[in-house]
Structure formats: structure tokens, C-alpha cells
Nanobody, 117 residues
Framework: VQLVESGGGSVQAGGSLRLSCAAP????????MAWFREGPGKEREGVAS???????TYADSVKGRFTISIDNNKNILLLQMNDLRPGDTAVYYC????????????WGQGTQVTVSS
């Protein structure tokens, strides 16, 4: 399984970005998918997840600002990020868990998001 993220960039605080994760061959109804991030000097943390039936979870720090979804027509995972803050600066990774055990088996290469104040 290959995961390829795109959509990162640099924005000012309050701005928006949308990240995409292409996963050829993945049938999303059979996987749990998630976005993680690793900020400068910080450990990798979970940002948002979506399971096969569409149930979503979010880290408290992004609730109400980020939305995880799947575009089934294009077969891509999305992360809409609004009201971005400098603390959201990180490398963002998408991940796939084939058996939804919480152990994400597949990872993308990451995409940089930088938010300036």
C-alpha cells in the first residue's frame, strides 16, 4: 500500500489548507485511516481518524477546525484545516490501518505545513 500526501504549504494564522492523501488500491471501507503530525521538537501525534463506516475522531486541539473525510469519487483521504494556528506547524502524515487495531501499518512520506503569526 502506497500513500502519497499533498497540499501542504505556508499560510498565515487564520488561513486554511486542504491536505490530500492518495492511496491507490485501498478500499477505504476496509481500512481505518488517519492523519498524524510531528511538529518541531515534538513527538508524532494523532490529529484525526476515520474508520470504515465513516466514524471520525479528532484531537482536542483541532476539534472544530479540522475535518477528515474521504472523497470516494477520487478515492482520496482529505484533511480540511481551517483557522490554522502557529502551533499547527508540523509535518503531516497520512496512515492506514488494515485491521483497525490502532497499529497503523502504512505511512505516507509526509507534507510540511507551516503557519506564521
Amino acid at each position: 500500500v502506497q500513500l502519497v500526501e499533498s497540499g501542504g504549504g505556508s499560510v498565515q494564522a487564520g488561513g486554511s489548507l486542504r491536505l490530500s492523501c492518495a492511496a491507490p488500491g485501498v478500499t477505504y471501507s476496509m481500512y481505518c485511516m488517519a492523519w498524524f503530525r510531528e511538529g518541531p521538537g515534538k513527538e508524532r501525534e494523532g490529529v484525526a481518524s476515520i474508520d470504515g463506516d465513516g466514524t471520525t475522531t479528532y484531537a482536542d486541539s483541532v476539534k472544530g477546525r479540522f475535518t477528515i473525510s474521504i472523497d470516494n469519487n477520487k478515492n482520496i483521504l482529505l484533511l480540511q484545516m481551517n483557522d490554522l494556528r502557529p502551533g499547527d506547524t508540523a509535518v503531516y502524515y497520512c496512515a492506514a490501518d488494515r485491521f483497525c487495531t490502532g497499529g497503523y501499518n502504512y505511512w505516507g512520506q509526509g507534507t510540511q505545513v507551516t503557519v506564521s503569526s
